[in-house]
């Protein structure tokens, strides 16, 4: 072969690299979401489902598919593509998923067994933005449908906020005579919630249950490496300051409550994150751990004036949880701006 | 010495084997996936299609960068077999033709190793199967080189020099 030919071998085969370059460029990030939008409106739930995921991943950039999203979420005959439009709206705009949420909320108590049951998928998708839901949750737990009660207590694991309400009605649940909602309360203490010395005992109890799946995952739950989570706050901490998985890390933080005092410096700078979520759940952090975190009182009291409604809410939550004078001074201050708007 | 023939012949190999490579080692993994597909489906090609491009970039699935990755070692052979080809024709028919037998088992390592880990990846899903797509990329740039002096040591076994006139 002559150098000429050799180089243009070779010239071809940068333009390919050149040209996949460019294939990629156009269908990742902001440059993907007009196909994707359109991918959601797809005869095939798969597509739709595969869209919602792709444009969870490219997060608040994917700004102009919230209507498809929302009209998806609450109108989809397929409860798993409601879901996934339900959990990308969450990345994206707040109040889309606040608007979901309220949606659901009726059809928790719906006739139609089925319709209870996409309810409860769905405001689980929503994750800890469906706190307001909690208490409907829990009211769920009582359906005389055992896969309604599952998928309620699948859902208050995912949303995990408040602790204090989430908890109570998961050790209830451990106890529900269906094996499939005791299987279901256990997984989340095996895997998402840290269990609190309250659970230990009736996780204990379980350890002797007739089936051999319950039991083991009660051990499971009981050796989990969650029940060591005030020992793992300094990790969250880290996770916080690299920005890995912060809104894992943030909603743990949350269920620890005040054990979490120590991470307060290191939640206030999440509070100017770029991404409403991790902004809302900062605010559910530093409302959690109460009192403790009266030193985030000037920067939730900046971050009352968040361009996203639902942060506002939740800062108004914390400030309220925190109960300085102070905090109380601005929350009042704040609604009466607001209502005279 | 070559003959005019020849060389357009060993051209026509080496620019075949050359853009072969970086072709095969992009599309193998969409290859497998689309096949996998259609088995599944029982003929819906269609279907199997929109599914792969769906997952492209997808999350938990990445396709596309499963080819970019599969494609790097395959593309460091297609370069190597156009230099290491593309100028033998200056070269004694004999160290072209074991030149050709050594590319030839290099090519085959690389084909035989990407294709059995992508198609048993595919076939038998594990937690921990996507990490496969990691270390392939690092085994083949270990075992080309590998392949490729086995071929040349198979050449030497079937081509040895002439003895020198007694």
Not at chain 1, 155 to 176: N, R
Not at chain 2, 86 to 93: E, S
Not at chain 2, 109 to 121: E, K, N
Not at chain 2, 151 to 162: D, M
Request: aromatic residues 6%; proline residues 6%; glycine residues 6%.
């Amino acid at each position: 072969m002559t150098p000429r030919q050799i180089g243009l071998n070779l010239g071809g085969l940068v333009a390919l690299i050149g040209l996949l370059g460019l294939f990629y460029w156009q269908s990742t990030g902001a440059r993907a979401v007009p196909a994707l939008t359109n991918a959601l409106q797809d005869k095939d739930a798969k597509v739709r489902i595969a869209a919602a995921q792709a444009l969870a991943e490219i997060g608040q950039a994917a700004a102009p598919a919230v209507t498809p999203l929302l009209n998806q979420a609450l109108h989809d005959p397929v409860q798993y593509a409601s879901t996934e439009a339900a959990r990308t709206l969450k990345t994206i705009n707040l109040a889309a998923a606040r608007q979901v949420m309220t949606a659901y909320l009726p059809a928790l108590k719906d006739d139609d067994v089925q319709a209870r049951r996409k309810a409860c998928v769905v405001l689980g998708g929503l994750g800890p933005v469906a706190k307001p839901a909690v208490p409907n949750l829990i009211s769920a737990l009582n359906d005389t449908d055992e896969t309604v009660r599952m998928h309620a207590v699948g859902s208050l694991g995912e949303i995990g906020i408040p602790a204090t309400l989430v908890i109570p009605a998961l050790i209830k649940a451990l106890h529900d005579p269906a094996q499939a909602v005791r299987h279901r309360a256990l997984s989340q203490f095996a895997f998402s919630i840290p269990p609190t010395e309250a659970v230990i005992p009736h996780l204990k109890q379980l350890l002797e249950d007739k089936d051999l799946g319950i039991a083991t995952l009660a051990r499971s739950a009981l050796n989990s490496p969650h029940r060591q989570a005030k020992d793992r706050i300094s990790v969250y901490v880290t996770m916080l300051q690299m920005g890995s998985a912060n809104d894992y890390a943030l909603r743990q933080l949350a269920q620890l409550g005040p054990e979490a005092a120590g991470t307060v410096p290191a939640v206030i700078s999440v509070l100017k994150d770029k991404r409403p979520l991790y902004r809302y759940l900062a605010a559910e952090v530093l409302g959690a751990i109460g009192f403790d975190a009266k030193d985030a009182v000037p920067a939730l009291i900046a971050a009352l004036q968040d361009i996203d409604p639902v942060v506002q809410m939740g800062v108004e939550d914390a400030l309220e949880a925190i109960g300085t004078p102070e905090a109380h001074q601005a929350v009042t201050a704040h609604r009466h701006t607001e209502s005279s708007k | 010495m070559t003959t005019l023939r020849d060389t357009r012949t060993l051209t026509r190999i080496t620019v075949t084997l050359y853009w072969g490579c970086i072709v095969f080692g992009l599309a193998l993994p969409g290859v497998v996936t689309v096949a996998h597909n259609i088995y599944q489906r029982h003929g819906a090609f269609a279907e199997a299609w929109q599914e792969f491009r769906l997952h492209l970039f997808a999350p938990g699935y990445n396709l596309f960068l499963i080819g970019v990755l599969n494609a790097i070692p395959f593309i460091l052979l297609a370069v190597f077999i156009l230099f290491h080809l593309g100028t033998a024709a200056k070269q004694k028919p004999m160290i072209i033709t074991r030149r050709l037998i050594g590319v030839a088992g290099a090519v085959a390592v690389a084909v035989g190793l990407s294709a059995w880990a992508h198609i048993g990846t595919t076939l038998y899903p594990d937690a921990q199967g996507a990490l496969v797509y990691f270390f392939l990329p690092i085994y083949l740039l270990v075992l080309i080189p590998l392949g490729y002096a086995c071929g040349r040591l198979v050449s030497n076994l079937l081509f040895r020099k002439p003895a020198p006139p007694a």
